[in-house]
């Protein structure tokens, strides 16, 4: 990875993201020790411009920036880090340096949960349930989608909100079976919802 330390005095601006929930908790500065401390601790290491010192996010909090992942942007001078934070982000307590809560919208799970079916699908682990429904093929899958839409109806025309959401559950876990059985994804959907919610579609 090329960064340009020498633009900007020897710092660049690090931007600091959680890598789940997405949320920018904080914005830093590195020079080249910083960096290359973040990248072999994994505990993510700034330049303190006020105390012309190095410091790890969380050396006296506890609170620290655990890393993931660290880009560059276009003109190499800007980095974008992502991290899994130990307890709040800011000194003053708050999750993020905006006050901002730092929560992770459910739905996102989605996608991490296709991520694992699909691996799933690529590994086809013993003793995994559903290594077992890709191993009886797609009309048992498409059978399962079928079962669980039916229990689905049941609990909305006369059962309870909780297993309403239970059976919904059942239904999206085996859809999104089907769908990668089929090399397609949950975000194929959700993109031709997005296609329908504009004014200008209309129905095949």
């Given amino acids: ?108 799970f989605l996608t991490e949960l296709q991520d694992f079916i699909e691996k799933r699908y690529q590994e086809m682990p013993k003793d995994s349930y559903t290594t077992s429904l890709f191993r009886e093929g797609i009309n048992r899958m498409a059978q399962k989608v079928g079962e669980e839409a039916l229990e689905t109806v049941i609990e909305a025309t006369n059962g309870t909100s909780e297993r309403l959401i239970y059976e919904a559950s059942d239904m999206f876990y085996h859809l999104i079976v089907l769908l990668t059985s089929k090399g397609l994804r949950i975000e194929d959907i959700a993109k031709e919802l997005q296609t329908r919610h504009n004014q200008t579609w209309h129905k095949h």
């Fill in 1 to 108: 990875m090329k960064i340009d330390f020498r633009k900007s005095g020897g710092l660049v601006p690090a931007i600091i993201q959680d890598a789940t929930s997405k949320k920018v908790l904080m914005l830093g500065y590195m020079n080249k020790d910083a960096y290359d401390i973040t990248v072999e601790t994994k505990k993510v290491t700034f330049w303190s411009r006020s105390r012309h010192c190095l410091w790890t996010k969380g050396e006296t909090s506890g609170n620290y920036l655990n890393l993931v992942s660290i880009q560059v942007d276009c003109d190499n001078d800007t980095l974008l880090i992502k991290v899994h934070p130990t307890g709040p982000t800011c000194h003053k307590g708050t999750d993020t340096c905006w006050g901002e809560v730092n929560e992770c919208n459910p739905l996102l």
